[in-house]
T-cell receptor, first 115, second 112 residues
Framework: GAVVSQHPSWVICKSGTSVKIECRSL??????MFWYRQFPKQSLMLMAT?????????EQGVEKDKFLINHASLTLSTLTVTSAHPEDSSFYIC???????????FGPGTRLTVL | GEDVEQSLFLSVREGDSSVINCTYTDSSSTYLYWYKQEPGAGLQLLTY?????DMKQDQRLTVLLNKKDKHLSLRIADTQTGDSAIYFC????????????FGKGTTLSVSS
């Protein structure tokens, strides 16, 4: 099946710093990628839809200036958590949409811990 | 919008069958999925069913869909300790480019 990678798999940072998370589709092109967030023992919540070559669409309640999304190529989307705070600590998961089959493939997730 | 509900916890003994239930609200969901998440890991697609199907079987997994009641279930036969994980059901539309709506997940605990 199709493979989606995320980097890094985990990151610890100090409060106030920015963290970039990459999501790559390794063997297919993805014009659309999704970023989800998962708090402990909770479901995945969609944060934003990332479209190649255009601005991301953010879900209600998600600050676009805090969670910067860039989808610069058909295989890469990045999520930058700017000025991270402890409440941003979470598990961030991306998925990539393979348009030919309308299937979403999920990355392994990135665990962010903000001290 | 779509709302997906699941029971939060299920405990079974090794070798028994597990049945995880899910209800959804949006009848326009054309795909319904079951994902497995092991601790600290991402999501693994287990199986999915189209809304025009009643049942789908894939080895130890059986998915039942009652479209009238908007009820989806996942049955795992001969449950093993390696099946211990969180199971999410998710709904999606046929429209390309739409995200999935997830339930809160059911934690399956399998004891030997």
């Amino acid at each position: 099946g199709a493979v989606v990678s995320q980097h890094p798999s985990w990151v610890i940072c100090k409060s106030g710093t920015s963290v970039k998370i990459e999501c790559r589709s390794l063997d297919f092109q993805a014009t659309t990628m999704f970023w989800y967030r998962q708090f402990p023992k909770q479901s995945l919540m969609l944060m934003a839809t990332s479209n190649e070559g255009s601005k991301a669409t953010y879900e209600q309640g998600v600050e676009k200036d805090k969670f910067l999304i860039n989808h610069a190529s058909l295989t890469l989307s990045t999520l930058t958590v700017t000025s991270a705070h402890p409440e941003d600590s979470s598990f961030y998961i991306c998925s990539a949409l393979r348009l030919a089959s309308n299937e979403q493939f999920f990355g392994p997730g990135t665990r962010l811990t903000v001290l | 919008g779509e709302d997906v509900e699941q029971s939060l916890f299920l405990s079974v003994r090794e070798g028994d069958s597990s049945v995880i239930n899910c209800t959804y609200t949006d009848s326009s969901s054309t795909y319904l999925y079951w994902y497995k998440q092991e601790p600290g890991a991402g999501l693994q697609l287990l199986t999915y069913i189209f809304s025009n199907m009643d049942m789908k079987q894939d080895q130890r997994l059986t998915v039942l869909l009652n479209k009238k009641d908007k009820h989806l279930s996942l049955r795992i036969a001969d449950t093993q300790t390696g099946d211990s994980a969180i199971y999410f059901c998710a709904g999606g539309s046929n429209q390309a480019g739409t995200a999935l709506i997830f339930g809160k997940g059911t934690t399956l605990s399998v004891s030997s």
